[in-house]
């Protein structure tokens, strides 16, 4: 296999050390420079955690791209940030693998244009462990049957957005086979305002935020006499690392953006 030259954006994240660890173990790929907030002209060996990874690392992304050679940016960031990184990655000729949650609607439409304009490979994976995807999937198939579902959310109390990017997929794969409906009583009425949580086509989305808590989500149907549960757990940010492996591997392989790992591991 060929090599593939990397560059990780957020390397000293919970998520982007484990790329960064993933980029190190895997033999055909080769970390060119990370991309950080601190820590500008130094060498991320000269970190602590980082021992033998002599690359430069950046804080001007635009820089980064103009000085280093790269195959695929991996971006592990912020909203806000991970969006520019994208774009700017695209602009210069780089395929994104971005796990970073929280794009809007619109922010995933520019991207996806950039992406054909330039012909070039990009995927945005809210959810990179395999079991989340089933997760996703299942679901899907549940909603041809229930029409009746909420989704509760579990993460850890350091997340920025709400609900997390899986959720919001989940919601978006349900609404492939469920007609929005209104749900719970008609006269139904929060004496404390969220009660119900966020509201997706009259599905109902509940984000929990707990220490100790990494990332899990069930999905709940309910009909005449029945529910169906459909859960999955990380306990681990390594659960995620063989989705961005395989998302790096065919990323390359792409010429627009792919959102979400279902359609890569079919
Ligand atoms: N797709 C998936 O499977 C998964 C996605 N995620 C998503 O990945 C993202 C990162 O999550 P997580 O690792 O837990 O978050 P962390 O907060 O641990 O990491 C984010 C990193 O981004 C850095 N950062 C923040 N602002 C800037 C900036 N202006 N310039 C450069 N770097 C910056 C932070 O630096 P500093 O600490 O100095 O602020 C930090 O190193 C989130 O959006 C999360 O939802 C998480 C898990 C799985
Ligand atoms: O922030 C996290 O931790 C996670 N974020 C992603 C999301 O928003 O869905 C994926 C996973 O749930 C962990």
Do not use: W
């Not at 954006?9 to 950080?36: I, Q, S, W, Y």
């Not at 995927?123 to 989340?132: C, D, Q, T």
């Amino acid at each position: 296999m060929n090599e593939i030259n990397i560059i990780v954006a957020g390397p000293r994240g919970r998520m982007g050390r484990e790329a960064v660890n993933l980029v190190k173990e895997t033999p055909h790929f080769r970390l060119t420079a990370v991309v950080d907030r601190i820590n500008n002209g130094k060498l991320l060996s000269d970190m602590e955690g980082f021992s033998g990874l002599d690359v430069p690392i950046y804080t001007d992304i635009h820089e980064c791209f103009r000085e280093v050679e790269a195959d695929v940016l991996i971006d592990l960031t912020t909203p806000d940030l991970g969006f520019l990184h994208t774009k700017s990655a695209l602009e210069n000729g780089v395929r994104p693998v971005v796990g970073t949650t929280g794009f809007t609607p619109e922010q995933l439409e520019e991207l996806k244009e950039l992406a054909e304009r330039k012909s070039l490979g990009c995927i945005i994976a809210p959810n990179f462990a395999v079991g989340a995807v089933l997760m996703m999937k299942f679901a899907q198939t549940a909603a041809k049957y229930f029409e009746d579902v909420e989704i509760i959310e579990m993460h850890h109390d350091q997340k920025l957005d709400a609900p997390s990017g899986t959720a919001v997929k989940t919601a978006e794969m349900i609404g492939v086979n469920r007609e929005p409906k209104a749900q719970g009583h008609e006269n139904e009425k929060e004496t404390i305002s969220g009660a119900r949580g966020a509201e997706v086509d009259g599905m109902r989305i509940h984000s929990v935020r707990l220490p100790g808590l990494v990332a899990h989500q069930q999905v709940i149907f309910g009909s005449n006499g029945q529910t169906l549960t459909i859960r999955h757990d990380s306990y681990n940010r390594a659960s995620f690392m063989s989705g961005v492996k395989v998302s790096v591997e065919t990323v390359l392989q792409l010429t627009t953006l792919v959102y979400g790992l279902e359609s890569i591991i079919d």
